[in-house]
Antibody, heavy 115, light 116 residues
Framework: QVQLVQSGAEVKKPGASVKVSCKAS????????INWVRQATGQGLEWMGW????????GYAQKFRGRVTMTRDTSITTAYMELSSLKSEDTAVYYC????????WGQGTLVTVSS | QPVLTQPPSASASLGASVTLTCTLS???????VDWYQQRPGKGPRFVMR????????SKGDGIPDRFSVLGSGLNRYLTINNIHEEDESDYHC?????????????FGGGTKLTVV
Protein backbone atom coordinates (compact mmCIF):
# COMPACT_ATOMS: atom_id res chain seq x y z
CA GLN A 1 0.00 0.00 0.00
CA VAL A 2 1.01 3.60 -0.49
CA GLN A 3 2.93 4.75 2.56
CA LEU A 4 5.08 7.65 3.72
CA VAL A 5 7.34 6.91 6.69
CA GLN A 6 9.11 9.80 8.36
CA SER A 7 12.23 9.98 10.48
CA GLY A 8 12.12 10.12 14.24
CA ALA A 9 11.73 12.96 16.69
CA GLU A 10 14.45 15.60 16.97
CA VAL A 11 15.52 18.00 19.68
CA LYS A 12 17.49 21.01 18.51
CA LYS A 13 18.91 24.16 20.02
CA PRO A 14 17.92 27.59 18.72
CA GLY A 15 19.93 28.54 15.67
CA ALA A 16 20.53 24.94 14.61
CA SER A 17 19.12 23.15 11.57
CA VAL A 18 16.97 20.04 11.29
CA LYS A 19 16.52 17.65 8.37
CA VAL A 20 13.43 15.45 8.28
CA SER A 21 13.15 12.54 5.88
CA CYS A 22 10.06 11.04 4.27
CA LYS A 23 10.45 7.54 2.77
CA ALA A 24 7.84 6.74 0.12
CA SER A 25 6.71 3.27 -0.91
CA UNK A 26 3.88 1.60 -2.80
CA UNK A 27 3.85 3.92 -5.80
CA UNK A 28 6.15 5.45 -8.41
CA UNK A 29 7.93 8.10 -6.37
CA UNK A 30 8.68 10.48 -9.23
CA UNK A 31 5.07 10.68 -10.41
CA UNK A 32 3.79 12.80 -7.55
CA UNK A 33 4.78 15.94 -5.67
CA ILE A 34 5.72 15.78 -2.01
CA ASN A 35 4.27 18.50 0.21
CA TRP A 36 5.36 19.57 3.68
CA VAL A 37 3.01 20.84 6.38
CA ARG A 38 3.61 21.55 10.04
CA GLN A 39 1.38 21.72 13.08
CA ALA A 40 2.24 23.29 16.41
CA THR A 41 0.63 21.74 19.48
CA GLY A 42 -3.07 22.55 19.60
CA GLN A 43 -2.87 24.58 16.40
CA GLY A 44 -4.00 24.19 12.82
CA LEU A 45 -2.08 23.04 9.77
CA GLU A 46 0.54 25.34 8.23
CA TRP A 47 1.72 24.76 4.65
CA MET A 48 5.48 24.99 4.16
CA GLY A 49 5.97 24.10 0.51
CA TRP A 50 6.07 21.45 -2.19
CA UNK A 51 8.58 19.61 -4.31
CA UNK A 52 8.21 17.94 -7.69
CA UNK A 53 9.74 14.54 -7.01
CA UNK A 54 10.66 14.08 -10.68
CA UNK A 55 12.43 17.37 -11.40
CA UNK A 56 13.28 18.51 -7.90
CA UNK A 57 11.57 21.84 -8.55
CA UNK A 58 10.27 23.43 -5.38
CA GLY A 59 7.90 26.11 -4.15
CA TYR A 60 8.04 27.49 -0.64
CA ALA A 61 5.64 29.48 1.49
CA GLN A 62 6.74 33.09 1.79
CA LYS A 63 7.18 32.68 5.54
CA PHE A 64 9.86 30.01 5.14
CA ARG A 65 11.78 31.23 2.08
CA GLY A 66 15.46 31.48 2.87
CA ARG A 67 15.17 29.01 5.75
CA VAL A 68 13.70 25.87 4.18
CA THR A 69 15.14 23.52 1.59
CA MET A 70 13.27 20.55 0.11
CA THR A 71 15.23 17.87 -1.71
CA ARG A 72 14.90 14.24 -2.69
CA ASP A 73 16.95 11.14 -3.46
CA THR A 74 15.06 9.22 -6.13
CA SER A 75 17.33 6.19 -5.77
CA ILE A 76 15.89 5.55 -2.32
CA THR A 77 12.48 7.20 -2.91
CA THR A 78 13.02 9.61 -0.06
CA ALA A 79 12.18 13.28 0.28
CA TYR A 80 13.80 15.65 2.74
CA MET A 81 12.86 18.93 4.38
CA GLU A 82 15.59 20.95 6.03
CA LEU A 83 14.77 23.98 8.17
CA SER A 84 17.58 26.22 9.37
CA SER A 85 18.01 29.01 11.95
CA LEU A 86 15.55 27.25 14.22
CA LYS A 87 13.56 29.24 16.77
CA SER A 88 11.39 28.07 19.64
CA GLU A 89 8.35 28.91 17.49
CA ASP A 90 9.42 26.17 15.06
CA THR A 91 8.56 23.52 17.65
CA ALA A 92 5.91 21.47 15.87
CA VAL A 93 5.04 18.18 14.23
CA TYR A 94 6.21 18.18 10.61
CA TYR A 95 4.33 16.13 8.02
CA CYS A 96 4.99 15.12 4.45
CA UNK A 97 2.04 14.34 2.19
CA UNK A 98 1.77 12.90 -1.33
CA UNK A 99 0.40 14.60 -4.38
CA UNK A 100 -2.19 17.23 -5.15
CA UNK A 101 -4.72 15.70 -2.79
CA UNK A 102 -2.26 15.34 0.12
CA UNK A 103 -3.03 11.64 0.29
CA UNK A 104 -1.62 9.95 2.25
CA TRP A 105 0.31 11.77 4.96
CA GLY A 106 3.35 10.59 6.85
CA GLN A 107 3.04 9.82 10.54
CA GLY A 108 4.66 13.11 11.49
CA THR A 109 7.99 14.07 13.03
CA LEU A 110 8.11 16.07 16.24
CA VAL A 111 10.79 18.74 16.18
CA THR A 112 11.44 20.42 19.52
CA VAL A 113 13.53 23.58 19.62
CA SER A 114 14.76 24.35 23.09
CA SER A 115 17.86 25.72 24.74
CA GLN B 1 -5.15 34.32 -1.71
CA PRO B 2 -8.27 32.86 -0.12
CA VAL B 3 -8.87 32.65 3.60
CA LEU B 4 -10.68 29.53 4.81
CA THR B 5 -12.83 29.94 7.91
CA GLN B 6 -14.02 27.05 10.08
CA PRO B 7 -15.90 27.13 13.38
CA PRO B 8 -13.51 25.96 16.09
CA SER B 9 -15.84 23.36 17.50
CA ALA B 10 -18.92 21.25 16.82
CA SER B 11 -20.69 18.49 18.66
CA ALA B 12 -23.10 15.74 17.74
CA SER B 13 -24.69 12.73 19.36
CA LEU B 14 -23.94 9.13 18.50
CA GLY B 15 -26.09 8.09 15.56
CA ALA B 16 -27.01 11.65 14.64
CA SER B 17 -25.80 13.77 11.72
CA VAL B 18 -23.56 16.81 11.67
CA THR B 19 -22.54 19.24 8.96
CA LEU B 20 -19.19 20.98 9.15
CA THR B 21 -18.60 24.18 7.20
CA CYS B 22 -15.55 25.66 5.53
CA THR B 23 -16.14 29.18 4.22
CA LEU B 24 -14.00 30.72 1.50
CA SER B 25 -13.32 34.44 1.59
CA UNK B 26 -15.13 36.68 -0.88
CA UNK B 27 -14.13 36.34 -4.50
CA UNK B 28 -13.16 32.68 -4.35
CA UNK B 29 -16.53 31.01 -4.89
CA UNK B 30 -15.21 28.76 -7.68
CA UNK B 31 -12.48 27.20 -5.54
CA UNK B 32 -12.36 23.55 -4.63
CA VAL B 33 -11.63 22.55 -1.05
CA ASP B 34 -10.14 19.37 0.41
CA TRP B 35 -11.38 17.93 3.69
CA TYR B 36 -9.07 16.09 6.08
CA GLN B 37 -9.82 14.12 9.21
CA GLN B 38 -7.29 14.11 12.05
CA ARG B 39 -7.97 11.71 14.89
CA PRO B 40 -6.40 12.48 18.28
CA GLY B 41 -2.66 11.95 18.22
CA LYS B 42 -2.64 11.00 14.53
CA GLY B 43 -1.72 12.62 11.25
CA PRO B 44 -4.35 14.01 8.89
CA ARG B 45 -6.19 11.74 6.48
CA PHE B 46 -7.71 12.84 3.17
CA VAL B 47 -11.50 12.63 3.16
CA MET B 48 -12.54 14.10 -0.18
CA ARG B 49 -12.43 17.18 -2.40
CA UNK B 50 -15.51 19.36 -2.94
CA UNK B 51 -16.42 22.02 -5.45
CA UNK B 52 -19.66 23.81 -6.25
CA UNK B 53 -20.91 20.67 -8.02
CA UNK B 54 -20.16 18.39 -5.11
CA UNK B 55 -17.45 15.78 -4.78
CA UNK B 56 -14.45 16.04 -7.09
CA UNK B 57 -12.75 12.73 -7.79
CA SER B 58 -12.89 9.93 -5.23
CA LYS B 59 -13.05 9.67 -1.49
CA GLY B 60 -9.93 8.81 0.45
CA ASP B 61 -9.19 5.19 1.24
CA GLY B 62 -11.52 3.76 3.86
CA ILE B 63 -13.78 6.80 4.08
CA PRO B 64 -17.26 5.39 4.70
CA ASP B 65 -20.39 6.24 2.73
CA ARG B 66 -21.63 8.14 5.80
CA PHE B 67 -19.38 11.01 4.75
CA SER B 68 -20.60 13.33 2.01
CA VAL B 69 -19.92 16.84 0.74
CA LEU B 70 -21.73 19.75 -0.82
CA GLY B 71 -20.63 23.09 -2.16
CA SER B 72 -22.72 26.25 -2.33
CA GLY B 73 -21.51 29.80 -2.90
CA LEU B 74 -18.55 30.37 -0.63
CA ASN B 75 -19.35 27.40 1.60
CA ARG B 76 -18.01 23.87 1.39
CA TYR B 77 -19.79 21.40 3.59
CA LEU B 78 -18.83 18.03 5.03
CA THR B 79 -21.75 16.01 6.37
CA ILE B 80 -21.34 12.95 8.54
CA ASN B 81 -24.41 10.74 8.98
CA ASN B 82 -24.99 8.12 11.67
CA ILE B 83 -22.06 9.42 13.70
CA HIS B 84 -19.78 6.85 15.27
CA GLU B 85 -17.40 7.34 18.22
CA GLU B 86 -14.44 7.04 15.83
CA ASP B 87 -15.60 10.18 13.97
CA GLU B 88 -14.50 12.30 16.92
CA SER B 89 -11.63 14.19 15.28
CA ASP B 90 -10.35 17.51 14.10
CA TYR B 91 -11.52 18.30 10.58
CA HIS B 92 -9.43 20.59 8.42
CA CYS B 93 -10.13 22.12 5.04
CA UNK B 94 -7.49 23.19 2.53
CA UNK B 95 -7.35 24.84 -0.88
CA UNK B 96 -4.79 25.64 -3.54
CA UNK B 97 -4.22 29.11 -4.97
CA UNK B 98 -2.10 30.40 -7.77
CA UNK B 99 0.57 28.72 -9.87
CA UNK B 100 4.30 28.62 -10.32
CA UNK B 101 6.20 30.82 -7.91
CA UNK B 102 2.91 32.25 -6.62
CA UNK B 103 1.41 28.89 -5.69
CA UNK B 104 0.23 28.49 -2.11
CA UNK B 105 -1.85 25.98 -0.19
CA UNK B 106 -4.00 27.46 2.55
CA PHE B 107 -5.73 25.69 5.42
CA GLY B 108 -8.61 26.63 7.64
CA GLY B 109 -8.15 26.67 11.39
CA GLY B 110 -9.87 23.31 11.83
CA THR B 111 -13.05 22.21 13.60
CA LYS B 112 -12.92 19.92 16.61
CA LEU B 113 -15.86 17.51 16.43
CA THR B 114 -16.93 16.07 19.75
CA VAL B 115 -19.21 13.04 19.80
CA VAL B 116 -21.47 13.06 22.85
Amino acid sequence: QVQLVQSGAEVKKPGASVKVSCKASGYTFTTYDINWVRQATGQGLEWMGWMNAHTGNTGYAQKFRGRVTMTRDTSITTAYMELSSLKSEDTAVYYCAKGRYYDPWGQGTLVTVSS
Amino acid sequence: QPVLTQPPSASASLGASVTLTCTLSSGYSNYKVDWYQQRPGKGPRFVMRVGTDGIVGSKGDGIPDRFSVLGSGLNRYLTINNIHEEDESDYHCGADHGSGSNFVRVFGGGTKLTVV
